[in-house]
């Protein structure tokens, strides 16, 4: 397992638009070394792929959730629970308001593990480091109060490292844990970037090597609904 572990937020990036080159913005303003995780906030992502979309005043914002959601779990009042085409579960189908011009809206990423790779690749050709990348948004969570990031995207990392089979402390045989590391690192890339500090990116340093790999994606963490107790 991994010892200390570092979360460096990134400064200085300017205001994204749409069809900015996010990864070599981020290559200019990080200071990145083989073996980072990179965090990247969804909202940076979405407003780069142009995946921002003008809300109707007179409407408001409902069409919107409705045409990005693939199935509608509950509804109270304007707050909708609903799953998205990625399979996610979460409030208005990810639209988000937040830090966005007024009269706009943004979209999750079409396929965020894409986003992922791109930034993770681009980042590899620009600077020769050898990061993995994760695209981060912020869930509400069942029975709990209160909000926190999660991955819904990623590139170069296992989402899950399954510790089954493996012994606890007391030499106890593990039956079911399964650690959803990229939502532990997302979560605690949080800590350093806010919601209101305008700081989109952190780097994740010190990260175990053993939970690096390629080839997974953040579906891998979505329960299927045959394994889901509440759907």
């Not at 990423?109 to 790779?117: G, H």
């Not at 500090?197 to 609904?225: K, L, M, N, Q, Y």
């Amino acid at each position: 397992m991994s010892g200390e572990i570092r979360v460096i937020p990134v400064t200085g990036l300017p205001e994204i638009a749409a069809g900015d080159d996010l990864a070599g913005m981020i290559a200019e303003a990080a200071d990145l070394a083989d073996g980072d995780v990179l965090v990247v906030t969804q909202k940076v992502v979405s407003k780069a792929e142009d995946r921002m979309v003008d809300v109707d005043p007179e409407v408001g914002h409902k069409p919107i959730v409705e045409a990005e959601s693939v199935r509608v779990l509950r509804r109270r009042g304007d707050l909708v629970i609903a799953e998205t085409s990625h399979g996610f579960v979460c409030a208005n189908a990810g639209v988000d308001l937040s830090n966005v011009p007024e009269g706009r809206a943004a979209l999750l990423p079409v396929d965020s593990d894409r986003s992922a790779r791109r930034i993770r690749d681009a980042l590899l050709h620009r600077l020769g480091v050898d990061v993995a990348v994760i695209v981060s948004d912020t869930f509400g969570r069942p029975w709990r109060r209160g909000v926190a990031d999660v991955a819904i995207g990623c590139a170069g990392l296992r989402p899950i490292v399954d510790l089954r089979g493996t012994n606890d402390a007391l030499g106890r045989e593990l039956q079911v844990t399964e650690v959803a590391i990229v939502d532990e690192i997302a979560a605690a890339a949080e800590l350093v970037m806010g919601k209101a500090a305008a700081v989109p990116v952190a780097v994740v340093r010190g990260v175990d090597p053993s939970w690096f790999g390629e080839g997974s994606v953040v579906a891998d963490v979505v329960r299927t609904p045959a394994e889901d107790l509440f759907r």
